[in-house]
């Protein structure tokens, strides 16, 4: 049996239940039907509660149809059935919202279901036990006297073993504040020699049943801070009501202070693919919860900005053509919400902020691409670019690249040097040298127009009162620059290696011609030893000696007054 305040409120409830039955009967006509309700429901926990109605006397067709009527006193339909004869037609509405947690039976009755009370058993305990409850781990202090608020009832049965069971209900009127809360009761006993223990329950959740009181609704990712979303992106709209259980959301559109349904569910997510600038407006979320009180705010709007941003457009081509010193101006145009910001850059450096880029006395420095940048500062991500090429044309200008080494007078002849000669103009000048040999222009490092073109050479007398010129030309003119060496200083060094090569190459040359001839020699009689007075061998010509022989034709021959008189007067010898 239930507690006294359970059956009070068992008796409230059914007082906010209300009746109606309509007679059925041909057009036009009316009649009164009376019918019979218990003035008291009572239900164990965990069982379904049915709530009866009978017309009294007998009738052939009539609706019987449920209320619920809230705190103000405004009916809420909750089902109606329609009976004629035995055959019996059940509605269930449900406009409130929520799966709800009642049917109609076969005979029209309204069945609640699933009645729940807390219960905290202790069997088989001796001494008498102690049961307290707790909240999110916080002793609960409700009376043991029936209070509007809550309290406890304790009973305590003594088995048959002698062994005492406790058990306690805890009777709570729960608020919003306790939806997240986590319950559990603890048993506390006596032990031998003064100690105590204690035992706790598994924690358990309330399902609680509120109305709803506030409603929030935003834009999820990827919007901004301001709210902005970006034209073509998937966008999220969330909305959340207090109530429990969930409520039912209906997501609209105003246009023209119309709402426009776009949605209805349970969850509260309304999902806008690809967004486009015409998506822009405002968009509500109502919360169709009718127990809310009536001056609770259900429905709330916001303001969807969808943020766009148009190719942009240059008062030029891709390419644009300007006379060296001249000057021109390019605008860059844009179509964007929010408001784009506009900046120019060359080479990744600022040149300005604003639509239009001016640009002054143009030298060949000021060639190359020009970017214009639109950008939101609101708007993350969202930005571009467009770009063109500024050509100047102009005729040549030309610049060498300094050879080594450059004091005067360093040069000797002979030496190997490299010139190289850069130009740059437009049309693209060609290169061309005072003397064979030069490379083909190609384009120099570092860029800016340059083109580069090289000589190898060895450096000459010539060369050094000539001088080495590099020419540059194009339709618009042409530069020209001349490389001077200076004086030339003669290679000595280089030529005394020369003159003794010459030498050790002759006195090589003689001594082969002297080995020669005494290799020729040795095969005679009296050759390279010393001979004897006398007349010659036989067969030797007799060799004379008259004073009409030149020394310098026998001198290899004969050898010379003072030598031939060491070994007699008047010999001969021969000598190799």
């Not at 009527?69 to 809420?76: L, P, Y």
């Not at 610049?399 to 040097?417: C, F, H, L, M, Y």
């Not at 222009?441 to 000459?460: C, D, I």
């Amino acid at each position: 049996m239930e507690p006294p305040a359970a059956r009070a409120g068992a008796r409230g409830a059914s007082r906010l239940l209300a009746l109606a039955l309509l007679l059925g009967a041909p057009s036009g006509a009316q009649a009164e039907v009376q019918g019979s309700v218990p003035s008291l429901v009572e239900v164990m926990r965990g069982e379904s509660a049915t709530l009866d109605c009978t017309p009294l006397g007998t009738q052939g067709h009539f609706v019987l149809e449920w209320f619920l009527a809230d705190r103000s006193g405004v009916r809420h339909r909750l089902a109606s059935a329609e009976v004629q004869g035995s055959e019996l037609q059940a509605r269930v509405h449900d406009s409130r919202g929520r799966s709800p947690p009642y049917q109609l039976d076969s005979r029209g009755r309204l069945v609640l279901t699933n009645a729940q009370i807390a219960v905290c058993n202790s069997p088989n305990g001796n001494p008498a036990p102690q049961i307290t409850w707790y909240r999110d781990g916080q002793r609960l202090e409700v009376p043991m006297e029936v209070n509007p608020e809550g309290y406890t009832a304790t009973r305590t049965v003594r088995e048959a073993s002698g062994l005492l069971s406790l058990t306690s209900t805890l009777y709570l009127r729960p608020g919003k504040a306790d939806r997240d809360a986590s319950f559990h009761c603890s048993v506390r006993y006596r032990l031998p020699a003064g100690q105590e223990g204690h035992l706790d329950s598994p924690s358990f959740h309330l399902s609680l049943h509120y109305p709803t009181e506030h409603v929030h609704f935003w834009v999820g990712s990827p919007s901004t801070a301001e709210g902005w979303v970006r034209e073509g992106e998937s966008v999220q709209l969330f909305c959340r009501g207090d109530g429990s259980p969930s409520p039912e959301y209906t997501f609209f559109r105003l246009q023209d202070k119309q709402e426009d349904v776009l949605k209805t569910d349970l969850e509260g997510n309304l999902t806008l693919d690809g967004v486009q600038r015409a998506h822009s407006g405002t968009y509500g979320c109502r919360v169709e919860d009718y127990d809310a009180a009536e001056d609770a705010e259900l429905s709330q709007t916001l303001e969807l900005r969808v943020a766009y941003l148009d190719p942009l457009e240059l008062s030029t081509g891709e390419e644009l053509s300007v006379h060296l010193n001249s000057s021109t101006a390019v605008n860059c145009s844009v179509q964007g919400l929010p408001a784009p910001a506009l900046r120019w850059t060359k080479d990744s450096i600022p040149l300005g902020n604003g639509p239009t880029l001016s640009l002054s006395k143009i030298t060949f420095d000021s060639a190359g691409t020009y970017f214009c940048e639109a950008s939101m500062p609101r708007v993350p991500l969202l930005s571009r670019t467009r770009s063109f090429k500024l050509l100047v044309e102009g005729p040549p200008e030309v610049k060498p690249e300094e050879t080594q080494p450059q004091a005067k007078g360093s040069w000797r002849e002979g030496d190997e040097v490299r010139l190289v000669c850069f130009a740059r103009g437009f049309p693209e000048p060609k290169l061309s040298w005072s003397q064979l040999g030069g490379s083909p222009a190609e384009p120099a490092p570092g860029g800016q127009g340059w083109v580069s073109s090289s000589l190898t050479l060895k450096v000459t007398s010539a060369l050094s009162r000539d001088g080495v010129s590099c020419e540059a030309s194009n339709p618009h003119g042409n530069a020209r620059h001349v490389f001077h060496f200076g004086a030339v200083a003669p290679q000595t060094a280089q030529a005394g290696v020369a003159v003794m090569a010459v030498a050790i190459s002759v006195g090589l040359l003689l001594l082969v011609v002297a080995a020669f001839y005494c290799m020729r020699r040795k095969g005679r009689p009296g050759c390279c030893r010393r001979g004897e007075k006398g007349a010659p061998p036989p067969g030797e010509p007799e060799l004379s000696h008259s004073g009409s022989e030149r020394p310098e034709q026998t001198g290899l021959l004969l050898g010379s007054a003072s030598g031939g008189a060491r070994h007699g007067s008047g010999g001969f010898r021969d000598e190799c």
